[in-house]
């Protein structure tokens, strides 16, 4: 008995990863969704998903406190590079599709294993050299020519930001991570993010219409705290390296998203650019955790 309870808890705990990394791969699609610019984005999505992440936190008795005062300073530098990052990542969607915005951004375990011997001074395996010229062959290939005018070069030079700056995120966040729950990060990060956002929001001065509106919430309470509270619910019976492997499945949820909802089919020259980074970041992930 006891043995069926654990085997149908490890199948509810992968059906809420697997759920959870599908609303990750959603986010992508509100970036042709809601007619704002990739900053208002931001700001609306990290407003509502720390606004639901408070909620959560409260309802389950988890204290809001940070221990150090010097944390609350690497917490803001984090939440500088989050909003960088997720402004990259619409700007990537906004200017070419939701598949090379994905495809290009889920490249950062790639630079993780370059920068992150660096910073922490770990060994350099070689192995992830020769895995990165995969990763980044396949980026080549999506790029149709090498000009800035280009939208898709444009989106593609996005993404790598995007990747990148959440490459450092989660190189950063390792330490935290050791002291703190994965929520209580989050919503500190998302709340630093809203309030260092808002004097753009001030300046910009966007006319949010209901469906803005609306899809904003979405992208704040479903995309992003939801999906990271059901992210971390299944790790409870799921070992970090199956839920880091499960998280490559994210650029094809996002892709297929598209295909059935926004009509983008990626063509031949993303296909195949696309399978080698996705095999590359499958390769890497599976032999970092």
Known sequence: ???FVKK???KRSLLEIHFAVLLFGLAGLFGKLITLSPIIIVFGRVIFASIALGFFLLVIGQKIRISLKREYFLLGILGIILSFHWISFFQSIKVSTVAIGLLSYSSFPIFTAFLEPLILREKFDLKDLFISIIAFAGI???IPEFEI????????LWGLASGLSFSFLSIINRNLSQKYSSL???FFQ????AILLFPAFLFLKPIIDFKNFFWLVILGVVCTALSHTLFIKGMRYIKARSASIISTFEPIYAIILAILFLKEIPDL????GGL?????VLVVTARRE
Do not use: E, P, W, Y
Not at 149 to 156: E, F, I, S, Y
Not at 190 to 193: G, L, N, T, Y
């Open 1 to 3: 008995m006891v043995l």
């Open 8 to 10: 149908m808890s490890r």
């Open 140 to 142: 080549f290939i999506i």
């Open 149 to 156: 005018a280009n939208k898709v070069t444009q989106g593609v």
């Open 184 to 186: 209580i990060i989050a």
């Open 190 to 193: 998302d709340s630093i993010a």
């Open 269 to 272: 020259r993303t296909f195949l």
């Open 276 to 280: 080698l980074i996705i095999s590359a």
